[in-house]
């Protein structure tokens, strides 16, 4: 059985379908999220950013520490799923979203589709 994707609305089949905060997506549309920080979110990641450029900070310096735990993570893997993720840390898929955008905000992190699966990258994978 066939879902329309939440976003495009193309047809999905059940394999290629990917939750975005509980939504269903095609894999192009899931990528494109990934990549793009939603708006309630951009006052959080300016601000993480200022407060690192002010105070000089650089790599994991300044991230709460669910933000080190995850980037840790994703280094000690190399590359890892959102599943994985949320499995590993003990998070919901909204707290991954919300903290990987600010992750890729300060360039730590990228998502990265490789074949059928999308991974989560540090961001000079
Ligand atoms: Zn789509």
Redesign the pocket.
């Known amino acids: 059985m066939a879902t329309n ?1 939440y ?4 047809k ?1 089949v059940e394999e290629d379908l990917y939750y975005y905060q509980e939504q269903r ?2 894999e ?2 899931y990528m494109e999220l990934l990549q793009r920080p939603k708006t309630c979110d951009v006052a959080a990641v300016q601000m993480a950013k200022k407060h690192r450029q002010k105070t000089g900070q650089t790599g994991t310096d300044g991230l709460l520490d669910i933000q080190k735990d995850i980037y840790n993570y994703i280094l000690e893997k190399e590359k890892a799923t959102r599943q994985e993720v949320m499995a590993a840390l003990n998070i919901s898929d909204l707290e991954l979203d919300k903290q990987i955008a600010i992750l890729r905000h300060c360039e730590l992190v990228k998502g990265r589709k490789e074949g059928n699966q999308v991974y989560l990258v540090s961001f000079d994978y």
Do not use: R, Y
């Open positions: 994707c976003k495009c609305q193309e999905v997506v095609c192009d549309c």
